[in-house]
């Protein structure tokens, strides 16, 4: 059985780093083909991809976010962690940590879609 | 980044009823599409991915079509169950995307 758990703060001042972790149990971030990503959703708002981190070590982040996102893995510990630079209140939203699909030989070359979720955390940027 | 574009944004219906949802991609992505519904105060959960496909213990009366830029989301007979709001998500670029959503209320 597949789970995850997002902890951290509920609290960031502007300005402040963010730092998510993601504890996951069920499957190994050290298997070929597994891959992780974060994804948020402002309250209210549609849902929007910040960074995947593969089995392998590579790494891809979102295009607008790119500059202030770091995302990492533990494998001893089934750990993955998102860090977020310079906060601002529109960075309020629920955080999710999510595992992506096992394509098998039918992959696409960009991107998965996400197969299990955490149950999300929600962090609130204000002063 | 590939734009998702769904509509409705809000759907109407009651039990029994058909209902379809369509989503449109800036750009031809193949077959790579998902479905996702979730539920006030839950995380999304998958559908549909590669347009079509349902995973293990969706029920059949959803169903996905559509290839390259247009894509849509069948309940052949909604149940109660079933109000709730709809992503798609394109995953043919490494920067997946998604729509903005459909919600589908009671009538």
């Known amino acids: 059985q597949v789970t995850l758990k997002e902890s951290g703060p509920a609290l960031v001042k502007p300005t402040q780093t963010l730092t998510l972790t993601c504890d996951f149990s069920?499957?190994?971030?050290?298997?070929?083909?597994?891959?992780m990503s974060w994804i948020r959703q402002p309250p209210g708002k549609a849902l929007e991809w910040l960074a995947r981190?593969?089995?392998?070590?590579?790494?891809f982040y979102s295009t607008s976010l790119q500059t202030r996102l770091t995302i990492a893995k533990d494998i001893s510990k089934n750990q993955v962690f998102l860090t977020m630079t310079n906060v601002d209140p529109v960075d309020t939203a629920t955080y999710y940590c999510?595992?992506?699909?096992?394509?098998?030989?039918?992959?696409?070359?960009?991107?998965?879609?996400?197969?299990?979720w955490g149950q999300g955390i929600l962090v609130t940027v204000s002063s | 980044d590939i734009q998702m574009t769904q509509s409705p944004s809000t759907l109407s219906a009651s039990v029994g009823d058909r209902v379809t949802i369509t989503c449109r991609a800036s750009?031809?992505?193949?077959?790579?599409l998902a479905w996702y519904q979730q539920k006030p105060g839950k995380a999304p959960n998958v559908i549909i991915y590669?347009?079509?496909t349902l995973p293990g213990g969706v029920p059949s009366r959803f169903s996905g079509g559509g290839s390259g830029t247009e894509f849509t989301l069948t309940i052949s007979s909604l149940q109660p169950d079933d109000f709730a709001t709809y992503y798609c998500?394109?995953?043919?670029?490494?920067?997946?995307?998604f729509g903005q959503g459909t919600k589908l209320e009671i009538e």
């Open positions: 999510v595992r992506m699909g096992l394509c098998g030989s039918d992959c696409s070359s960009g991107a998965l879609w996400f197969d299990s």
């Open positions: 069920g499957f190994s971030l050290s298997t070929s083909g597994m891959r």
């Open positions: 981190i593969d089995w392998d070590g590579d790494e």
């Open positions: 750009q031809n992505i193949n077959r790579w």
């Open positions: 590669k347009a079509s």
């Open positions: 998500q394109q995953y043919y670029a490494r920067s997946t995307t």
